[in-house]
């Protein structure tokens, strides 16, 4: 009986190529791009229809009368809403008596009227508005103040088409801060409307 040859080891043999595409062979890395596309295209779409953008008023500057916003008592409209703000009430220091809510600075209270000028009903709410002074600072609602004032119809108020709600929203500002313009929103990532608080029509 013939002993066994050894086992002759050679060259390997080249492994054939992966036909598979890059994507293919990458899925983690492909998610990852697929998903930047699609932010980067969502703000490209963005910068195209979102209008021209807010100016800024730097630091220390006068908040000008641009002459053709509407004013106290003119109505404005965003989306679904149209607002008319119809008083102003600044210099409260407290809402809701003993136990209700004291002010940081002053609250500055704004009176309006809120009509559903569309087809199904939209939400209403404070804290999707914005108070700006005369140096441009803005000023968030507080909400949590709103709920300690009677009829403020502020805090999620859902509105039905072609319905009207008479709503205060609360600001908690500085005694020194002069608000000159209030900017409202019929929802939290709409382009908003912009109206006048030192000009009655």
Same mark, same amino acid.
């Given at each position: 009986?013939?002993?066994?040859?050894?086992?002759?080891?050679?060259?390997?043999?080249?492994?054939?190529?992966?036909?598979?595409?890059?994507?293919?062979?990458?899925?983690?890395?492909?998610?990852?791009?697929?998903?930047?596309?699609?932010?980067?295209?969502?703000?490209?779409?963005?910068?195209?229809?979102?209008?021209?953008?807010?100016?800024?008023?730097?630091?220390?500057?006068?908040?000008?009368?641009?002459?053709?916003?509407?004013?106290?008592?003119?109505?404005?409209?965003?989306? #679904?809403? =149209?607002?008319?703000?119809? %008083?102003?009430? /600044? $210099?409260?220091?407290?809402? &809701?008596?003993?136990?209700?809510?004291?002010?940081?600075?002053?609250?500055?209270?704004?009176?309006?009227?809120?009509?559903?000028?569309?087809?199904?009903?939209?939400?209403?709410?404070?804290?999707?508005?914005?108070?700006?002074?005369?140096?441009?600072?803005?000023?968030?609602?507080?909400?949590?103040?709103?709920?300690?004032?009677? #009829?403020? =119809?502020?805090?999620?108020? %859902?509105?039905? /088409? $072609?319905?009207?709600?008479? &709503?205060?929203?609360?600001?908690?500002?500085?005694?020194?801060?002069?608000?000159?313009?209030?900017?409202?929103?019929?929802?939290?990532?709409?382009?908003?409307?912009?109206?006048?608080?030192t000009v009655r029509r």
């Amino acid at each position: 009986m013939c002993p066994q040859s050894p086992p002759q080891w050679g060259p390997v043999p080249p492994r054939p190529p992966d036909g598979r595409s890059w994507f293919a062979r990458h899925p983690l890395l492909t998610v990852l791009l697929a998903v930047t596309a699609t932010l980067a295209a969502f703000g490209i779409a963005g910068s195209l229809t979102g209008g021209q953008p807010r100016p800024t008023v730097p630091p220390g500057r006068a908040v000008a009368d641009s002459g053709h916003l509407p004013g106290l008592g003119e109505p404005a409209r965003d989306g #679904k809403f =149209e607002f008319t703000v119809t %008083r102003l009430r /600044p $210099g409260v220091s407290n809402i &809701g008596g003993q136990y209700g809510r004291d002010a940081q600075g002053q609250f500055f209270l704004v009176h309006m009227t809120v009509r559903n000028i569309g087809d199904r009903a939209q939400t209403f709410d404070g804290s999707d508005q914005k108070l700006i002074d005369r140096n441009g600072s803005e000023y968030s609602a507080d909400t949590a103040a709103a709920l300690y004032l009677d #009829k403020s =119809e502020s805090f999620l108020n %859902r509105i039905n /088409p $072609g319905n009207t709600v008479d &709503g205060i929203v609360v600001f908690d500002v500085p005694r020194t801060a002069s608000p000159v313009r209030i900017e409202l929103h019929d929802s939290l990532f709409s382009g908003g409307t912009t109206i006048d608080l030192t000009v009655r029509r």
